[in-house]
């Protein structure tokens, strides 16, 4: 089955400490994203990347980090900087756009974490 | 604003038409998207429009466009306890990677 699939679907961090939230796509998208998601606030984008080895940030980059080694890949490090990690984070992936293309973004399951 | 606007819960009883509404910030924007987002799950894309048309059809689904206010609607026919979840619309800006702007989602109650 092609899609998206994230890893741990729960995560506890403790006060200092760096995790890594996995995101690993089958469905040959070039590009990927980083969401992070508090209750009754919309979407809000972490990190993107278009391709291999590139990546740029976006909204809320802050006390996270990123890396895009191969296509398939994009987990997201949540650093001892951010402060207040406590929220439900989406992964998603989309084709490359060309032009003013359609950019139909799909999604994993979801990451809740938490503070210790 | 820079905010894609959405009214916060809507309740609807079984077998009733939804009408979600959302306001969004970009009279250039190309796309406009619904999203739904069951608990605990990821989003899951439902229907887009572009922004050349003004209303879309799919099954139970119907969109509305208005570009002059900048009012995008989803309009469940017959819903079900099944379309509980919340429903997200977001829009693509004119840039040159293609970013979307999401609302805050309207939290959808089906009774029976």
């Known amino acids: 089955d092609g899609g998206i699939t994230q890893s741990p679907k729960y995560l506890f961090r403790k006060e200092g400490q760096n995790v890594t939230l996995s995101c690993e796509q089958n469905?040959?998208?070039?590009?990927m994203y980083w969401y992070r998601q508090d209750p009754g606030q919309g979407l809000r984008l972490i990190y993107y990347?278009?391709?291999?080895?590139?990546?740029q940030k976006g909204d809320i980059a802050e006390g996270y980090s990123v890396s895009r080694e191969k296509k398939e890949s994009f987990p997201l490090t949540v650093t001892s900087a951010q402060k207040n990690p406590t929220a439900f984070y989406l992964c998603?992936?989309?084709?490359?756009?060309?032009?003013?293309?359609?950019?139909?973004?799909?999604f994993g399951a979801g990451t809740r974490l938490s503070v210790l | 604003g820079e905010d894609v606007e959405q009214s916060l819960f809507l309740s609807v009883r079984e077998g009733d038409s939804s009408v979600i509404n959302c306001t969004y910030t970009?009279?250039?924007?190309?796309?406009l998207y619904w999203y739904k987002q069951e608990p605990g799950a990821g989003l899951q894309l439902l229907t887009y429009?572009?922004?050349?048309?003004d209303m879309k059809q799919d099954q139970r689904l119907t969109v509305l466009l208005n570009k002059k206010d900048k009012h995008l609607s989803l309009r469940i026919a017959d819903t079900q306890t099944g379309d509980s979840a919340i429903y997200f619309c977001?829009?693509?800006?004119?840039?040159?990677?293609?970013?979307?702007?999401f609302g805050a989602g309207t939290q959808v109650v089906v009774t029976p």
């Open positions: 977001a829009e693509r800006f004119r840039d040159s990677w293609g970013k979307l702007q």
């Open positions: 970009d009279s250039s924007s190309t796309y």
């Open positions: 990347s278009q391709i291999v080895n590139d990546f």
């Open positions: 998603a992936s989309s084709i490359l756009l060309e032009g003013l293309g359609k950019n139909i973004q799909y």
């Open positions: 469905l040959n998208h070039d590009a």
């Open positions: 429009i572009f922004s050349n048309m």
